[in-house]
């Protein structure tokens, strides 16, 4: 499967964004996406990610502002992310974990398929 993710762009801080990552060559039900984040300079960072079972995983400092859902059926993942901060800076990655890699949703090390990164870019 090959992801592209898509929907970055510069907006100001209080402002909402949707981003989306579409899958290609594969069906995206059978996979645990996420959405990771890389902050200039510093290490790539888990955001949230939707289980194949339809579970939702998120840590707490984006947890009521970012959501992450699918659309199995158009193979789509979105991040919505509301209320942006000039901290959210940074290129958003979308991940896939296909079926028999395993390993806990909250790490990178357990996804196998990356797309190429959306920069999203909030002003003050």
């Known amino acids: 499967v090959q992801l592209q993710a898509s929907g970055g762009g510069l907006v100001q801080a209080g402002d909402s964004l949707r981003l989306s990552c579409t899958a290609s060559?594969?069906?995206?039900?059978?996979?645990?996406m996420a959405w990771f984040r890389r902050v200039s300079g510093k290490e790539r960072e888990f955001v949230a990610a939707?289980?194949?079972?339809?579970?939702?995983y998120y840590i707490d400092s984006f947890q009521g502002r970012f959501t992450i859902s699918r659309n199995d059926a158009k193979d789509t993942v979105f991040l919505q992310m509301n209320k942006l901060k000039p901290e959210d800076t940074a290129v958003y990655y979308c991940?896939?974990?296909?079926?028999?890699?395993?390993?806990?949703?909250?790490?990178?090390?357990?996804?196998?398929?990356w797309g190429q990164g959306t920069q999203v870019t909030v002003s003050s």
């Open positions: 060559g594969r069906p995206l039900s059978s996979y645990t």
């Open positions: 991940a896939a974990q296909s079926p028999v890699r395993g390993g806990s949703e909250y790490y990178g090390d357990s996804y196998d398929i």
């Open positions: 939707s289980g194949r079972t339809g579970a939702s």
